[in-house]
C-alpha cells in the first residue's frame, strides 16, 4: 500500500486545513492582544485631553530622566534577577540528574509546585518574613546577630528576592530539559581530554545547554520587566518598576496617553530582548566550509 | 621500552553497582605498545573495567597503576589515558578541528605546536580535508576516525577504545580495522580494545583477554586463545567450539557415552578414574561421512543452511553421545559430500581436533 497516495487522498490541502486550524488562535489575538495594544498605540499619541489630535508630547515627556531612571531600574532588576535565578538553577538541575529518576521527578515537582501558589499569597508570606518584626529580624535578634531590626522590606533587594521566588521555575524547567536532553558522555569525552570541571562546564555543558540558559532567561527577563505586584508589595518609593508607575499615571494621574507611551516604551524594551535572544538562539553557528 | 615494563597494572580490580558485582577481582598486565582486545559477551563487565582505567569509576577494591603509580585518587583528566568513546561523544558544536585540538587546549599545548599535530593527526587518518567541517556534516565512519585522531593527538601512553567499530556497516568494518591496526603500529601506543567480535579480536589483537561475569576467563596470544580454550566457555565463546561432556576412559581414551568412546591423544593419565572432562571441538574440523554404521559419531542432519563457500549443518546425536546446546555445529566447504537435512550421517573427528578442557562442567559455558 502507497502511504503517501493514501495521505493525499484523505487529508485537506495545506494551505485551507492550516487556515482552519489557527482560526481561534488568530481571533483571540486579533480581538484581545493586537487589538487592545493599536489602541494603547493610539493613545500614546493622543493630546493630553484625548481630543483627537496627533502628538510626540507624550514619548517627549517619557523620556524624562525621572521615567528613564525607573526604566533602567526596570530592566536592571530584571537582569539581576535573570542571573541570580540562572546561578541558583544550574547547580540545582546538576544536582538534580544525580538523583534516581523517581527522586528526580518528585524534586522536580517539589520546586515547580509552589510556583503555583497565587502571587499575592507569595508576597504577603516574603512580607511576614521580611519585616521590622518579621521572622527573620526576631530570628536574628535571637541570636544575637543584630540589636536593632534590619531593613529588609521595602527596598530593592526585597524586590529582588521577591521576583526570583516568583520566576525561578521557568528557569529550572528549560535548564533541566536541556541538561537532561544533553549526551553526558560528551562531558566524559571532555574530562578524559584533560579539561576539569570547571572547563568541561564552560567548554561543554555550557554550550551544550546554551538553548536552555538562554529560554530560560527570556522566560524569567521578558516577564520581570514588567512585573507589578512584587515591586508594589515588597518594594518601596525607591524600588518602583516601570508597571507601578504606569499604573499611577492610569489611575491617580488619570494620564492615560502617558500611561499609553511608558507601556510602548516597556513593549519595545520585551521586544528588543526577544529579538536579541532570536539572534543568539541558532543551535549552532554555521561552520565555515 | 624494556621487555617485560608494565605499562598497566591491574591488581584485584573489583566494581559493584549494589548487588551486582561487574568487575571481580581482576589482575592483568599490558605492556608499552600492546595491542590488546578486551572480548565478551554484553553485560560482562567490560566496559566497567574500561571506565575504570580511564577514571570514570572508582574501584571499590584493587588498585588500577599506569607507569607504576597507584591512580586510585587521579581523576580523569590528569591520567595519560585516552578514550575513543562507542558514540563518539564529539562535541556538535566544535569543528573537527576543534574536537581534535581540544586536549592539546586543555593542556596549554602552544598554538602553533597544537594546529600542527592536530594537522597531523587528521593527515594521519586521512581527514584533512574535512577539518572545519562540523560532526554532524560528515559520515558515521569519518566521525569514528575524528574519535581517534582526537584521542591519538594527546600521545597518551595508552588508548582505550569502547567497541568502536560497532556502530559501523560490516564492509566499512574491515577497512577501520585495518586502519587501527596500522595507526597502532605507527604510533605505537598500547591499545585497549573492546568488543563482543570475536573475529575482531583475533585478527587485531597482539593478546585476547576473554572476559565474563566480571572476570578474565583466559588471556592469551589469539592463537592460544582460539587453540587451547581454558574453559567451556571460551572454547564456546571464541570460534564456536561444540562441547561434549564425557570421562577419561584410561590413557588416551574419552568415553562420551555408554558405548562410545573416542581416542584423544596427549590426554594424559587421569587425574582420578573416570574424571568427567569437556572435550571441545571446533565446526570446520568436523567431517561428515554418509551411512548407518562404520567409524564417528552417529547423528543426523538437523538442517543444512548454505553459507557460500561453505555450508553449516546442525547435527543432532542419534545415540552414544551427547552435545552442548543439543546440536552439534559443523562446516563443510560447499560442493565436498552435498547431505540433506533428514540424512543420518557419521561425524568424522580427527584425534587431533579434540581439545580438552579440565574440570567437567565447574565452568558451564554460558
Given at each position: 500500500m502507497n502511504s503517501s497516495d493514501e495521505r493525499r487522498v484523505k487529508a485537506p490541502p495545506a494551505a485551507l486545513s492550516g487556515g482552519v486550524y489557527v482560526t481561534p488562535a488568530v481571533l483571540y489575538l486579533v480581538l484581545l492582544f493586537a487589538l487592545p495594544l493599536a489602541i494603547v498605540a493610539g493613545y500614546s499619541f493622543a493630546d493630553g485631553d484625548l481630543g483627537g489630535g496627533l502628538t510626540l508630547e507624550n514619548y517627549a515627556r517619557a523620556f524624562d530622566p525621572l521615567y528613564v531612571g525607573v526604566l533602567l531600574r526596570s530592566a536592571w532588576l530584571a537582569l539581576a534577577t535573570t542571573l541570580l535565578a540562572l546561578l541558583i538553577s544550574y547547580p540545582c538541575v546538576l544536582a538534580l540528574r544525580t538523583l534516581s529518576p523517581t527522586r528526580r521527578i518528585l524534586t522536580l515537582a517539589l520546586l515547580v509546585v509552589p510556583s503555583w501558589l497565587n502571587l499575592l499569597v507569595k508576597n504577603y508570606a516574603w512580607i511576614i518574613l521580611l519585616r521590622r518584626e518579621g521572622v527573620l529580624n526576631s530570628l536574628l535578634q535571637g541570636m544575637g546577630l543584630t540589636d536593632t531590626p534590619l531593613p529588609?522590606?521595602?527596598n530593592e533587594g526585597a524586590v529582588l528576592v521577591g521576583l526570583v521566588h516568583t520566576y525561578l521555575p521557568f528557569m529550572i524547567l528549560p535548564l533541566y530539559a536541556a541538561v537532561d536532553r544533553m549526551d553526558w558522555s560528551l562531558v566524559e569525552a571532555a574530562r578524559d581530554l584533560g579539561a576539569g570541571r570547571w572547563r568541561t562546564f564552560r567548554h561543554v555543558l555550557l554550550p551544550q545547554t546554551r538553548v536552555g540558559v538562554l529560554v530560560g532567561s527570556a522566560l524569567v527577563f521578558i516577564p520581570t520587566l514588567g512585573a507589578f505586584v512584587t515591586p508594589d508589595l515588597l518594594g518601596g518609593p525607591t524600588s518602583l518598576m516601570i508597571a507601578n508607575v504606569i499604573e499611577s499615571q492610569v489611575l491617580q494621574a488619570r494620564d492615560w496617553p502617558m500611561a499609553a507611551a511608558l507601556s510602548m516604551l516597556l513593549v519595545a524594551l520585551v521586544l528588543l530582548a526577544t529579538g536579541l535572544l532570536h539572534r543568539v538562539t541558532r543551535p549552532y553557528p554555521a561552520a565555515a566550509e | 621500552m624494556a621487555a617485560g615494563e608494565t605499562l598497566l597494572e591491574l591488581n584485584g580490580v573489583t566494581k559493584r553497582y549494589g548487588a551486582v558485582v561487574?568487575?571481580?577481582g581482576i589482575s592483568a598486565s599490558l605492556h608499552p605498545g600492546e595491542y590488546l582486545c578486551l572480548l565478551g559477551p554484553s553485560g560482562c563487565g567490560k566496559t566497567t573495567l574500561l571506565r575504570l582505567i580511564a577514571g570514570f569509576e572508582v574501584p571499590d577494591g584493587g588498585v588500577v597503576r599506569l607507569h607504576g603509580r597507584?591512580?586510585?585518587?587521579?581523576p580523569p583528566e590528569r591520567r595519560d589515558v585516552n578514550v575513543v568513546f562507542q558514540n563518539y561523544a564529539l562535541f556538535p558544536h566544535l569543528t573537527v578541528a576543534e574536537n581534535v585540538g581540544f586536549g592539546l587546549r586543555m593542556k596549554g599545548v602552544p598554538r602553533a605546536e597544537a594546529r600542527e599535530r592536530v594537522t597531523d593527526a587528521l593527515r594521519q587518518v586521512r581527514l584533512e580535508r574535512e577539518a572545519n567541517r562540523l560532526p554532524r556534516q560528515i559520515s558515521g565512519g569519518q566521525q569514528q576516525r575524528v574519535a581517534l585522531a582526537r584521542a591519538l593527538v594527546n600521545r597518551p601512553a595508552l588508548l582505550l577504545l569502547d567497541e568502536p567499530l560497532s556502530a559501523l556497516d560490516p564492509e566499512l568494518r574491515q577497512q577501520v580495522q585495518d586502519e587501527l591496526r596500522r595507526v597502532q603500529r605507527e604510533t605505537g601506543i598500547a591499545f585497549l580494545h573492546i568488543t563482543h567480535d570475536q573475529d575482531e579480536a583475533l585478527s587485531l589483537a597482539d593478546r585476547v583477554a576473554v572476559m565474563r561475569s566480571g572476570r578474565f576467563e583466559q588471556i592469551g596470544t589469539p592463537r592460544e586463545v582460539y587453540a587451547?580454550?581454558?574453559s567451556r566457555f571460551v572454547a564456546s565463546f571464541v570460534g564456536g567450539a561444540n562441547l561434549l561432556e564425557g570421562r577419561v576412559?584410561?590413557?588416551?581414551w574419552v568415553e562420551l557415552g555408554s558405548e562410545t568412546s573416542v581416542h584423544v591423544p596427549g590426554l594424559g593419565a587421569p587425574a582420578d578414574p573416570a574424571e568427567p572432562i569437556t572435550l571441545a571441538v571446533r565446526p570446520e574440523a568436523v567431517r561428515l561421512a554418509n551411512g548407518d554404521s562404520g567409524e564417528g559419531l552417529p547423528g543426523r542432519i538437523i538442517r543444512a543452511a548454505f553459507r557460500g563457500s561453505e555450508v553449516e549443518y546442525s547435527i543432532e546425536a542419534t545415540s552414544g553421545w551427547n552435545v552442548s546446546g543439543g546440536l552439534l555445529r559443523a562446516l563443510v566447504p560447499a560442493g565436498v559430500g552435498a547431505a540433506a537435512e533428514g540424512d543420518t550421517v557419521r561425524l568424522e573427528i580427527a584425534p587431533t581436533d579434540w581439545v580438552v578442557i579440565r574440570g567437567g562442567t565447574t565452568n558451564g559455558a554460558g
Open positions: 529588609l522590606l521595602f | 561487574a568487575v571481580d597507584d591512580m586510585t585518587s587521579v587451547a580454550p581454558a576412559a584410561g590413557e588416551g
